[in-house]
């Protein structure tokens, strides 16, 4: 009867978790350090904010490496990282020297358990090799770049799939790159009319995100993105009369001042509202003086919101965390 | 070349690094301070107070460059400090010998080219200064490379924020300081150059000096190293931003 079946359902929730379980729970987390509580899996879009130098790109890194690593052995996501670069800020050394560091790390260990040596150093080169077979890199200058990349690498992502790696991560380096350069152009209104605007560079941006996002399914896409301050804290800016950005910023504002008041200082959303929505984590770095020859870091989560504020360091292994 | 062996194991990626060399300064101490001297594809920064030595160690950087890389240089002066006197006589320290008697045969002849692969530009305004870059960018780009002829290597921008600061203020102050450190960067990245500018300090939070043109302009370089003279001799800190390590005085 249709009583009875609407009654019993389709599906039963161990049936649900068992489909949809592996690729949302059994994920080891990118940044352990930072991820007791916080677990990203690819239905997320992450905003790592916060000022210069205080190790975003960093993050960015370490989360790529950890996605680029086989799971067995370095617990890695087993993917493909797309990196769209737009500050120039990439250093290839730099992810070869993290990943060389994670495989010594291993391979150390297995010694250590005593497990077969001969192979090693041959393994550990394959390892290096397929890792880097799977971590592609674009470096875009400008808003009308990033957009046409990002619409290219639609066709990337499909044939990756198809052959059976397929693209894990989108980390996109300093989504506030070319904030002033699209501000500066003049703002047409009116939705059959495509501008360049922050506005209508920011809308095609996350189209596209969430048109590549779709083509990956069932594992989905997880977003990175770092975002420069560009305000220092006690700026006030009198003069954006124009494109009507200030109206849109003060309708969201309430969610985000809520955000940045609790983190105790006045961090200045300035991105549109398109992109504010679309975020579903933030994620708040800064680096604290040293006083010896390290240089502190703390990390806190906006969102979701978490009330304790983590310190750590940096060295080639990963983020060490000092607090506990 | 130190990281030639780590270049190859990534050359299965697609970035465009075929050979990162750096470019070994004279002094010792800032070698080692940058891990290895100047790098292509990156955006080197030297903030200091006014007369902390910052013309100087771009002089210093440019004479060592031209005579040990044999590479052309491109002087970039917006406010007037570059002087061929001194970078003569930095050239005849490079070579060798004081004294006229003490120099070896040839080393006139040594000193003149490498006078002659450094380029000047006198550069005091930003829509000039932006032209002359995109210049730059598209003459090296379709160049093609012979053994005999020298290729640029490094790029200096002397004092980058005079021609910044007068024009700084609302929006599309803000859209020239942004464009002009893209078309760096993209001359740093595409074209190879080591590029090295020069800022000026202004007061901070608790006195501190700290680097102008604010908080934009503060992410668009990968290294800054700050300058400060303590009367006798040159104290030289390297603060704030690399991004391979994080380096402390």
């Not at chain 1, 890194?61 to 670069?85: E, H, I, N, R, T």
């Not at chain 1, 992502?157 to 989504?175: E, H, N, P, Y």
């Not at chain 1, 095609?204 to 779709?214: P, Q, W």
């Not at chain 2, 503060?218 to 380096?247: E, G, I, Q, W, Y």
Request: proline share 3%; glycine share 8%.
């Amino acid at each position: 009867m249709e009583v009875e079946e609407w009654v019993m359902g389709h599906e039963t929730a161990q049936n649900m978790l068992r489909r949809i379980g592996p690729r949302t729970t059994g994920l080891a987390p990118l940044v352990p350090a930072l991820q007791r509580i916080v677990n990203l899996h690819g239905r997320h879009v992450v905003e790592v904010a916060g000022a210069s130098g205080s190790a975003k790109s960093e993050f960015l890194l370490q989360a790529a490496v950890k996605c680029l690593l086989p799971k067995q052995g370095y617990d890695g996501w087993d993917g493909g990282v797309l990196w769209f670069d737009l500050d120039g800020h990439f250093d290839v050394l730099r992810l070869v020297r993290l990943l060389q560091a994670h495989i010594h790390q291993e391979a150390r260990r297995r010694y250590e358990e005593g497990n077969e040596e001969e192979d090693e150093m041959e393994d550990g080169e394959q390892v290096l090799e397929t890792c880097m077979e799977r971590f592609f890199y674009t470096r875009c200058y400008s808003s009308l770049e990033f957009i046409s990349a990002l619409k290219s690498s639609r066709n990337h992502l499909l044939r990756a799939q198809t052959c059976g790696k397929g693209f894990r991560i989108l980390v996109i380096d300093s989504i506030a790159a070319f904030y002033w350069l699209d501000r500066s152009a003049p703002f047409k209104g009116g939705a059959g009319n495509p501008s360049l605007s922050l506005q209508g560079a920011m809308q095609a941006v996350v189209r596209e995100l969430k048109e590549l996002r779709k083509l990956s399914q069932p594992t989905g896409l997880l977003v990175m993105a770092s975002k420069c301050n560009i305000y220092s804290s006690n700026f006030s800016d009198t003069n954006d009369w124009a494109s009507g950005l200030r109206k849109d910023n003060r309708q969201v504002d309430s969610a985000h001042e809520k955000d940045s008041r609790r983190s105790g200082l006045q961090q200045r959303e300035f991105m549109p509202a398109v992109w504010q929505e679309f975020i579903t984590h933030r994620l708040l770095l800064q680096s604290k003086v040293a006083d010896g020859t390290e240089t502190l870091f703390s990390a806190e989560w906006l969102r979701p919101a978490l009330l304790n504020v983590d310190e750590f360091t940096i060295n080639d292994t990963g983020f060490m965390l000092t607090n506990r | 070349m130190r990281f030639s062996n780590e270049c190859k194991n990534a050359s299965g990626n697609r970035g465009s690094w075929r050979t990162i060399s750096s470019h070994r300064l004279r002094e010792v101490h800032l070698d080692k301070l940058l891990e290895g001297g100047l790098r292509e594809g990156t955006v080197t920064e030297l903030v200091g107070g006014s007369s902390s030595g910052k013309t100087q160690v771009c002089m210093q950087v440019a004479a060592s460059v031209a005579y040990r890389c044999r590479a052309m240089v491109g002087f970039v002066d917006t406010c007037h400090s570059f002087s061929a006197t001194r970078l003569s006589h930095m050239l005849g320290g490079l070579v060798g010998g004081r004294d006229a008697v003490q120099r070896r045969v040839g080393a006139a002849d040594e000193i003149g080219d490498a006078m002659k692969s450094i380029m000047h530009y006198s550069i005091f305004d930003i829509f000039p200064m932006l032209s002359f870059l995109n210049q730059l960018h598209t003459t090296l780009s379709v160049q093609v490379q012979s053994m005999e002829e020298k290729v640029m290597r490094l790029l200096i921008v002397d004092c980058a924020s005079s021609v910044i600061s007068p024009i700084l203020g609302g929006i599309p102050g803000h859209a020239l300081m942004v464009s002009m450190g893209i078309i760096l960067k993209k001359l740093a990245l595409e074209n190879h150059l080591a590029v090295l500018i020069t800022n000026h300090t202004v007061g901070g939070e608790g006195g501190h000096p700290k680097p102008a043109l604010g908080e934009t302009w503060k992410a668009m370089p990968s290294v800054r190293l700050l300058l400060a003279r303590d009367f006798s001799s040159n104290l030289c800190h390297a603060t704030v931003m690399k991004h391979t390590s994080m380096v402390r005085h």
